[in-house]
């Protein structure tokens, strides 16, 4: 019996869905905007700034910041 190739985990890939590979493997678009998104809720403003400026421009971004603020309420709630 052979693995398939396309749905090994990659160690480092926590967002792919069943340990699959996700499309796009490049997360570090993701983990900027995961840090912009955390200095923007301390009170960051040039992060605010620029986050909100990434996400009207680019819609794969905009689609994530909406993921990640869902992600942040549930490891809020009690």
Do not use: F, K, Y
Request: aromatic share 4%.
């Amino acid at each position: 019996m052979s693995i398939d190739p396309r749905i090994v985990p990659s160690p480092n890939d926590i967002d792919a869905p069943n340990g699959a590979t996700p499309a796009d493997p490049d997360g570090a678009w993701r983990d900027r905007l995961v840090e912009l998104h955390v200095l923007a809720e301390h009170g960051d403003e040039a992060a605010a700034a620029e986050a909100r400026a990434w996400t009207d421009s680019d819609e794969r971004a905009h689609r994530a910041w909406h993921e990640i603020e869902s992600a942040c309420r549930q490891v809020r709630r009690p």
